[in-house]
Nanobody
Framework: QVQLVESGVGSVQPGVSLRLSCTVS????????LGWLRQAPGKERDGVAS???????QNAGSVKGRFTISKDSAKNTLYLQMNNLTTVDNAIYSC????????????????WGQGNQVTVSS
């Protein structure tokens, strides 16, 4: 059974950095596209960043230069380093598992974690 569990979310002030973690289980971790998605209030869920089996990454335009996706295969853990956070980044963040290749930051994904809130406010 595929499971994805996020951690590291919370409330921060603008300009601060935050790292999200996602522990994955139930499948061969390194062979698939993994990524992060977010859903802001009143908006659809969008892909933020993805990483494939070869550690190639893709970022959404809105986070390029600020967010970095990475993974630790030994720990079965996916990360999202978020720097210089702004109120635009307020959203529920979730991690996703997709298929063998990533088509973009949107994955696509067929499994998702429950998601947790990241709040950026002064």
């Amino acid at each position: 059974q595929v499971q994805l569990v996020e951690s590291g979310v919370g409330s921060v002030q603008p300009g601060v950095s935050l790292r999200l973690s996602c522990t994955v289980s139930g499948y061969t971790y390194s062979n698939y596209c993994l990524g992060w998605l977010r859903q802001a209030p009143g908006k659809e869920r969008d892909g933020v960043a993805s990483i494939d089996a070869y550690a190639n990454t893709q970022n959404a335009g809105s986070v390029k230069g600020r967010f970095t996706i990475s993974k630790d295969s030994a720990k079965n853990t996916l990360y999202l380093q978020m720097n210089n956070l702004t109120t635009v980044d307020n959203a529920i963040y979730s991690c996703g598992k997709g298929f063998q290749y990533c088509s973009g930051a949107d994955g696509p994904y067929n499994y998702w974690g429950q998601g947790n809130q990241v709040t950026v406010s002064s």
